[in-house]
């Protein structure tokens, strides 16, 4: 979901972007008006997040799964084994790509326990000394963990994949040494990655890395060896601004926190209803729920989608239901989500 005023805003200046009398896909990426939009939207996105200068902001094509194969490529040289802690289908995935890069290691899994699924915390996490970084996933989109630990992994950089929770609190960028993100979820139009680099990680890929997915030259070219993609580069201009006008993250983040604490407190509550993720790894972001009676579930799909709740079908990796409620989800989404759970399950329980 994006801001319904960043939608209506596009929509307003589709015909006459910034007074030009084109749309901003027809005006040249290195034209002035595009590269002020560029430099501010960078500017904008080092407020929310807060970024030091010795990090690079890189907007790339290729989405999440692109920074799969991307990150290994580009850190070759600061070793041959890659250590990952895998909480879910995307730091699976993650695994099997950088495997085809450097030789992978999974250092921790989730486990569970009388039915309940923990993520590993982090710092138990041993990374071997000759490791060229390690690499977790901040939120799970599918299984609906999220990890907030604070990694601290010493001289190893830490990688983390946060396509689906990224601009939902404030980070300390210092924490990290790449960040990554596939935009669709608090950013912008899928296609369109956000990398944020620490300097020194930039400049150690292998020699047959492509150009195109390349830290060093995107840097160097500030993120337009290639044609960037421009709309939805203009997209994510306009959900920073966004972000800024709701006052920032710390402000976003106690907007996600109300949303998820109403919608997992009336799970808990109810006998109809599970969610059997450990309290600590609860995603903000991603809910996913079962059906006490698995039979139902057609049926509750059905019946939201004829009172317009969208997307509520589980992935089909795991079933059941889920509940995304990324920034742009407004509180009266959830309260209506949980309204008509409460009725399905009086009509139907
Ligand atoms: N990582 C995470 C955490 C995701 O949620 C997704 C997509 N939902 C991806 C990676 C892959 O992103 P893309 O489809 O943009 O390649």
Redesign the pocket.
Known sequence: MLPKAVLQRAQAELLDWNGTGTSVMEVSHRGSDFMKLARKSEQDLRTLLSIPDNYKVLFMH?????Q?FTVPMNLAKRGNIASHLVSGE?SK??VQESAKYLQTEVLAENSLIDGVVKAPSLNDCKVSPDSAYFHY?S????NGIEIFDRPAFGDTPVVV?M??NILSRPLNIEDYGIIYA????NIGP??L?IVIVREDLVGLEREDTPAVFSYKEQVANFSMYNTPPTFGWYLAALVFEWLLEQGGLAAIEQHNIRKCDTLYKFIDNSDFYSNNIHESNRSRMNIPFLLANSELDEHFLAQSHKEGFHALKGHRFVGGMRASIYNAMPQEGVDALVEFMREFERTQG
């Open positions: 290729g989405g999440g799964r692109g799969f995307w995935i993650a996933c939120n799970e989109t599918v994949d396509s689906s596939g935009a669709q979820k899928a296609g990655s």
